[in-house]
Every structure is written in structure tokens, then in C-alpha cells.
């Protein structure tokens, strides 16, 4: 493995970036050293640093352009320096733009943020990421796209703060609260979309929340919500926020936390199959409550097995489907909603059914054997 350090500013390509003329690749580690590399296409190194090092100079970026598919294979690929410059930057990804990047992120310096997310082009990240420091691993803001698939946390700072502008964020993943402190894994302070699919789970020590809302963005959780030991795992820190939340809500395993602290949240758009864990009087064991319409099916009727038109469940919210026919269309003896048939077969009735009466005698009457054959009959009272 080999550290190489940028000679100027200039593409990753360009063998005039580099000291020495040689261009990055799939064993080495990128120095920004001070100055501003460009990425345009596919790169794959082990790691990108706008730290210090050996003959290196802390600073510097690097900015992902459009059509940039970096690839970091180390287990923290993208390394923050000591300075007030991201390691990551997207200035220059326009409106319309896409940027991929490929890289687990540790941040473990409490400066710049390790990457700078404030385009309005969209940025997909596949990737895990957290802080163990007071510094931010991904800072969000503008009005781009952020498609981001990997787990957030567990750190002990902020992992991910949605900042400023409208930008809209989209995580397929879990997300832990931090192991000790109090800053929440990810903060959302923006009037833009933040969706999380996956769990949210509490802190196992300290009072730091998983996920928090303060804005007045939808911000919609579509997975279970579990409580750590010591506190919630989502806080809403603003009573005009769109908090939506589709669970189930499971509570700590000592039973004395709640998954969720808001003033108000909201049943997400798509629901699942739901609870919520409440504790018992004596708080040792826990039930779970819920609505009819969001119960696993197992234990309660669905309406096509309930008589139609009848209305039930707690808020009824339900109404049933099945057609049950009454007593007095179904055979004698034959069993039918909370009885039996009464319709018994007579001659009269099979007379009647006919309107084949003349004259004491029945009409001839046509019918169809099973082979299409006509069968006529003239029967005598």
C-alpha cells in the first residue's frame, strides 16, 4: 500500500495531479494535500485522506462530480482531517448530476465534517457510517438527493445532521443511537424528506436518541422502533413537525422505556402489520396494543370472514363482506350462521316453481339430459 499525495489541483485521472505522475489505484491511499481533486469517473483506492501524513499537509478536498463512481475498500475509506475542509465535498455536482460513492466512513476528529453533502444534484452512498468524536461524518444541506444504503451508528457523536435547505434524504438501513453522551445519531433540522427503511434503536448508555426531528420536514420511519436501556430511540423536538412513524413500537428490555418521546407523531403512509409495547401495572411484563386494521392477521377475524355490513373493531374500523344466505333458503337441517336451513322440498313447491298447472294436469314440459338430448314428458297429477 502506497500513500500518494496530490502535487495540485486537478482531476483524479491526470497523472499531473500527483507527485511523482502516479495516478491513485486499488492498493493505495489519496492525499488531497491542500489542494482540490476532481472525480469525474470510476475510481477504486483504498482509501481518500485530507489528513496529514508523512511529507503530507493537512487539507484540501476532494469534489465528486458528475459521473464519479469512487470505490473505498478500507474499513474507514474516507478519512477527516484536522481541518475546517471536508474530505468530501459536491459543489460541483449540478442539478441533475449523480455521484456514487462506495465507502464506510469512521469520523474520528472533531472538525469539518467528513463529507459535505450542499448540491442539488443527488448523491448515492452505499456505505456504513458513524462518529466517535464530535464531529459530523455527513453534513446535509441544499436542495439535492441523498440515497443513501448501509447502517448509521453506533458512535458516540452525531453520525449524520440534516442541517439546512430542502434536500431530500433517503435511507435503506438501521440506525443505532449513540453508546454514551447525548448527541443524537442523526438530527433533522430540515423543512426537506427524511426516510428511514429500516429499525431505529436506542442508546444501551447515556440519553443521546437514535433519530430526532426538530423541523418541519417529513421525516417517516418505515420499521420496527425499538428502545435502548437508558432512552428512547426517536425524539421530536418541534410541535410542527411531520413525524410518521409506522413500528412496531417495542419497548426496553427492562420495560421502563418508551421507543418514542414527541409532543405528536403519525401513522406512516404505508402500514404494517403493527403494535405498540405497553407495560403492565406492575411493569414486569408488557402487552402489546393496537388497532384491528394493523394486526398480524393470526387472532382476529378479516372481514370477508365476518357477516357482511356489520361493523366492528375497537374504532370500527372495520366493516365485514360474507354473504350469509337466511334460514329459509337453505335446506331443512342443514347448518347456517347460528342455526339451520328451514326450506323444506314439496310437491306444491316443485308445482308452484313450474306455474305448470292446466286442467288437473301438468303441460308437457322440455327438458335436457345431461347429452343435450330432449326429454319429453307428460306427467298425471
Not at 132 to 142: C, E, F, K, P, Y
Not at 302 to 309: L, Q, T, W
Not at 347 to 369: E, I, M
Amino acid at each position: 500500500m502506497a500513500d500518494i499525495r496530490a502535487a495540485q489541483s486537478g482531476d483524479f485521472s491526470a497523472t499531473t495531479t500527483w507527485v511523482g505522475g502516479v495516478v491513485p489505484g486499488s492498493g493505495d491511499v489519496a492525499f488531497s494535500n491542500t489542494f482540490t481533486v476532481t472525480i469525474s469517473d470510476a475510481r477504486t483506492v483504498q482509501a481518500i485522506s485530507n489528513a496529514a501524513g508523512t511529507g503530507i499537509t493537512v487539507g484540501g478536498t476532494f469534489s465528486i462530480l458528475n459521473g464519479c463512481n469512487l470505490t473505498c475498500t478500507n474499513a474507514n475509506g474516507v478519512v477527516q482531517g484536522a481541518t475546517s475542509t471536508s474530505c468530501i465535498t459536491t459543489t460541483g455536482l449540478p442539478l441533475g448530476g449523480t455521484a456514487i460513492v462506495n465507502a464506510n466512513i469512521t469520523t474520528t476528529v472533531s472538525n469539518a465534517p467528513s463529507v459535505a453533502f450542499s448540491t442539488t444534484g443527488t448523491l448515492v452512498w452505499n456505505g456504513n457510517t458513524q462518529s466517535t468524536s464530535v464531529g459530523t461524518a455527513i453534513s446535509v444541506s441544499g436542495s439535492g438527493i441523498l440515497t443513501y444504503t448501509g447502517n448509521v451508528g453506533p458512535g458516540t457523536n452525531r453520525a449524520m445532521l440534516l442541517n439546512s435547505g430542502v434536500a431530500n434524504v433517503t435511507i435503506t438501513g438501521n440506525v443505532f443511537a449513540h453508546t454514551g453522551g447525548s448527541s443524537d445519531t442523526i438530527q433533522n433540522n430540515t423543512a426537506g424528506a427524511l426516510t428511514i427503511n429500516g429499525s431505529v434503536t436506542g442508546p444501551t448508555t447515556g440519553t443521546a436518541t437514535a433519530l430526532v426531528n426538530n423541523s418541519t420536514g417529513a421525516m417517516t420511519v418505515n420499521g420496527p422502533i425499538i428502545a435502548g436501556i437508558t432512552y428512547a430511540a426517536i425524539g421530536v423536538g418541534s410541535a410542527a413537525q411531520n413525524t410518521r412513524l409506522s413500528g412496531p413500537f417495542l419497548m426496553a428490555a427492562s420495560g421502563n422505556i418508551n421507543p418514542v418521546i414527541a409532543l405528536s407523531w403519525r401513522w406512516a403512509p404505508t402500514q404494517i402489520p403493527t403494535y405498540y409495547e405497553v407495560p403492565t401495572s406492575g411493569g414486569t411484563t408488557k402487552r402489546n396494543m393496537f388497532t384491528s386494521d394493523n394486526i398480524p392477521t393470526a387472532n382476529y377475524p378479516a372481514p370477508a370472514n365476518v357477516r357482511s355490513g356489520t361493523v366492528y373493531g375497537p374504532n370500527q374500523e372495520n366493516t365485514g363482506t360474507l354473504a350469509v344466505p337466511a334460514a329459509g333458503n337453505v335446506a331443512l337441517g342443514v347448518p347456517v350462521d347460528s342455526t339451520t336451513g328451514t326450506a323444506v322440498l314439496t310437491s306444491a313447491n316443485v308445482q308452484t316453481a313450474l306455474g305448470a298447472f292446466s286442467s288437473g294436469r301438468l303441460n308437457n314440459v322440455a327438458t335436457v339430459d345431461s347429452t343435450g338430448a330432449q326429454i319429453q314428458a307428460a306427467v298425471s297429477q
